[in-house]
């Protein structure tokens, strides 16, 4: 298999001098995958299909072939589907910082596009007012610059530490930005491994590589019906 795509660069340094939230919840991004020298375009006739999230999607802790988007990437090439995949997971990112970097990572066309970001907001008890408005100024912008993109939307749960309604709240405005604006919703990315040792590294927030394939097969059977259905590449 072609290894996934990383938009990990040197620009990465800006990128990360550009988010001013705090990284407390998860390691730095340099301990994620390995920056490389550019964000290579799809090759030609195949479309992209782009991972925008935080250390869940940059495969912190384990090898890059060994994350849930170079599994998916793996079960593209094994279907035969002419899809290119790009990690662009950052670690430690909020959804305050993924609004501020959306634009650039939209530089180049995007097909489908994988919303997974909320975790830390919820980890750090950030109002949740703010991560439904960050999260909508994403979505916002993936339409506004490329309105046939197809947006998919990962829901996430925390543990109730920070009480039961805010762990309610947190859980439901997934749910409730996917039927606004009518996307494509994984109900919880980590469906069968939250919360379970074995599957999650020792700081228990982290996949282990059998957690991640789980992760895959979670989001297997909802992305492939939309990588089977005719569509245009984004202008």
């Known amino acids: 298999m072609k290894p996934v795509l990383s938009l990990f660069s040197c620009c990465l340094l800006l990128l990360a001098g550009c988010n001013s939230e705090p990284k407390t919840a998860e390691a730095p991004a ?3 995958t390995p920056p490389t020298t550019a964000a290579a375009p799809a090759p030609a006739g195949k479309q ?3 991972f925008f999230g935080n250390s869940l999607t940059a495969g912190y802790g384990v090898d890059p072939e060994e994350a849930f988007p170079a599994l998916i990437g793996q079960k593209i090439d094994s279907a035969g589907l002419g899809y290119t995949v790009v990690n662009a997971g950052l670690s430690g990112e909020t959804t305050a910082g993924g609004r501020s970097r959306v634009g650039w990572v939209l530089r180049q066309p995007v097909s489908i ?8 907001d919820g980890l750090r008890g950030l109002p949740l007012t703010d991560t439904r408005k960050n999260l909508q100024a994403i ?3 993936v339409r506004r610059r490329s309105p046939q993109t197809r947006i998919v939307l990962a829901g996430m749960q925390i543990p109730p530490n920070l009480g039961a309604d805010y762990a309610t709240q947190f ?3 997934y749910g ?3 039927r606004k604006n009518q996307l494509v919703l994984i109900p919880f990315l980590l469906e069968g491994v939250g919360g379970v040792a074995k599957l999650n590294q020792q700081d228990g927030i982290h996949p282990t590589a059998a957690g ?3 992760v895959a097969r979670t989001i297997w059977p909802i992305l492939q019906p939309l990588l089977q259905q005719p ?3 984004s202008r």
């Not at 994988?114 to 830390?120: D, I």
């Open 113 to 120: 596009f994988v919303l997974e970001l909320g975790g830390n």
């Open 30 to 32: 340099s301990a994620a």
């Open 212 to 214: 991640h394939r789980l």
């Open 171 to 173: 859980k439901a405005l």
């Open 231 to 233: 569509t245009q590449a």
């Open 176 to 178: 409730e930005l996917a």
């Open 48 to 50: 992209t299909i782009l």
């Open 139 to 141: 979505i916002d912008t």
